[in-house]
């Protein structure tokens, strides 16, 4: 049957992308992938950022490194492209890294890099909510994997 396609942070699907070089893999990645056809994105890597590279939060409506250098167009750069794939395989839910100035969807860091997190999300969760993709987390993927089982129901045999 085929299954229906995830958009993905690709560090919560094993891959070496985060700004220190590190993953943060799901422990349920392969049941995940029995369900979906995952779509790895790395936004900040196709921003043409490269890895490891430094730690960035957001700081008003910019993407700023602790010495104030400024990566905001390379973050909104890698969001776009990362839509285009997404859009391209008719793709419109997403299971995005929290606390990540890209692809945080809930909670992010205050911009003063002392740890502290606040309600908010990264350049790329907010492109895609404003284009209408449901967003999930790892906190709520129970969530997603009843939402496959109703698309399986409802998708013809
Ligand atoms: S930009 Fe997103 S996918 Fe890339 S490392 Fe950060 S959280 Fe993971």
Not at 34 to 42: D, F, G, K, N, T
Not at 127 to 156: D, H
Request: glycine share 6%; aromatic share 6%; charged share 20%.
């Amino acid at each position: 049957m085929k299954k229906p396609p995830l958009l993905i942070s690709a560090c919560l699907a094993g891959k070496n992308c985060r700004y220190d070089a590190s993953s943060a893999t799901l422990s349920c990645l392969a049941e995940l992938r029995e369900h979906y056809e995952l779509i790895e994105v790395c936004p900040e890597q196709l921003g043409g950022l490269l890895t490891p590279r430094p730690c960035t939060e957001l700081v008003k409506e910019r993407v700023l490194t602790k010495d104030a250098l400024d990566f905001t167009e390379q973050f909104l750069s890698g969001a776009k492209k990362a839509l285009l794939i997404a859009q391209l395989q008719a793709c419109n839910i997403a299971l995005l890294m929290e606390r990540s100035p890209s692809c945080g969807s809930h909670t992010v860091y205050d911009g003063t890099f002392s740890g502290t997190l606040i309600e908010g999300e990264g350049v790329f969760a907010h492109l895609l909510r404003q284009m209408g993709f449901a967003i999930y987390t790892a906190q709520t993927i129970e969530v997603l994997m009843k939402a496959n089982t109703a698309w399986c129901e409802s998708e013809p045999r």
